[in-house]
Nanobody, 117 residues
Framework: QVQLVESGGGLVQSGGSLKLSCAAS????????MRWYRQYPGKEREMVAD????????YYADSVRGRFTISRDNAKARLYLQMNNLKPEDTAVYYC??????????WGQGTQVTVSS
């Protein structure tokens, strides 16, 4: 069964840190590139960070480069996002998905990140 389960969000003060996790199952996680997205209320999901299957290639949105680090553990089928120096504009719901994305019905529930100023 294909499943993506995000966790690790919460409320943090500006300048703080959080580490998000994504548990993946039901597809060839270790062979697929993965992406973290975020979504603001009323907006489309936007790319945050990408990682290749073997972790050799990582790409970040300009707004998070230098503050966020994407990583993965293929043995555990887990994707991570370490977020440091958080800003209020990072407040959003964060999602993980494969690249290319799995069909719409397989999106997880996301995890809410709220950064207070």
């Amino acid at each position: 069964q294909v499943q993506l389960v995000e966790s690790g969000g919460g409320l943090v003060q500006s300048g703080g840190s959080l580490k998000l996790s994504c548990a993946a199952s039901g597809f060839s996680f270790s062979a697929d590139a993965m992406r973290w997205y975020r979504q603001y209320p009323g907006k489309e999901r936007e790319m945050v960070a990408d990682i290749s299957a073997g972790s050799g290639i990582r790409y970040y949105a300009d707004s998070v480069r230098g503050r966020f680090t994407i990583s993965r553990d293929n043995a555990k089928a887990r994707l991570y996002l370490q977020m440091n120096n958080l800003k209020p504009e990072d407040t959003a719901v964060y999602y993980c998905n494969r690249m290319p994305p799995l069909p719409n019905r397989y999106w997880g529930q996301g995890t809410q990140v709220t950064v207070s100023s």
